[in-house]
Each structure stands twice: as structure tokens, then as C-alpha cells.
């Protein structure tokens, strides 16, 4: 199966930077799109950013150029810079991948990490 460990989670006050990390390990041939998605307690799950292998990457409106999301292709890795946070950035952030296990015939299957916390506040 596959493993999603994510990291650089915290308190910072408003204005604040910080910069998640996932890696993504276990057994698979290839991983497509990767992303960050957040959920307050009580609500959806709302997509933050989400990156092909090629770079090509999409936001959520709400954090539209003060997140910026990156990707190793070649360690499996997705990071997410976050600039002047805001306390609505208050959340769990959770790391996904979609990965083909063992052909790129076969359809893709999401994968999750347990989720970071990032608190903003003064």
C-alpha cells in the first residue's frame, strides 16, 4: 500500500509564513496528480492545491497567490508554501496522492495522510 506522511505544521501568528511537506512511500508504479486539502471541524473537506508531474498545478479560491504548491517527482514528495497566513487558514491540512499500484493501464487510487494542524493566531 501506500504510505502519505505529512510534516511543517504549526502555530504561527497572523501574516506568518509556514511550509507543509508530504512524502509519499509504500509500493506503486506511478503518482499522478498530488495535493493539499484542509477541513475545519464540522465541515468539507476543500481542496487547497493540487499539481500534475508536470508542473501544472490549480488552487482553491480562497488561498489563490498566497499558497504556492511544489512536487519532486522523482522522491515523491508535495509541499505547500503558505504566506501571509490568516486565522480562516485555521485547519487540518491533509496531503493526497493518486497513484497507479502496479501498471499505468490501471485506473488511479487516492491515497491519504493523516492530516497536519496549522493554527493561526495571535
Known amino acids: 500500500q501506500v504510505q502519505l506522511v505529512e510534516s511543517g505544521g504549526g502555530s504561527v501568528q497572523p501574516g506568518g509564513s509556514l511550509r507543509l511537506s508530504c512524502a509519499a512511500s509504500?509500493?506503486?508504479?506511478?503518482?499522478?496528480?498530488m495535493g493539499w486539502y484542509r477541513q475545519a471541524p464540522g465541515e468539507e473537506r476543500e481542496l487547497v492545491a493540487a499539481?500534475?508531474?508536470?508542473?501544472?498545478?490549480q488552487y482553491g479560491y480562497s488561498v489563490k497567490g498566497r499558497f504556492a504548491i511544489s512536487r519532486d517527482n522523482a522522491k515523491n514528495t508535495v509541499s505547500l508554501r503558505i504566506n501571509s497566513l490568516k486565522p480562516e487558514d485555521t485547519d487540518v491540512y491533509f496531503c493526497?496522492?493518486?497513484?497507479?499500484?502496479?501498471?499505468?493501464?490501471?485506473?488511479?487510487?487516492?491515497?491519504w495522510g493523516q492530516g497536519t494542524q496549522v493554527t493561526v493566531a495571535s
Open positions: 493526497d496522492a493518486q497513484v497507479q499500484l502496479y501498471s499505468s493501464y490501471e485506473l488511479l487510487q487516492t491515497f
Open positions: 509504500g509500493t506503486f508504479t506511478r503518482a499522478d496528480a
Open positions: 499539481i500534475l508531474p508536470g508542473g501544472h498545478s
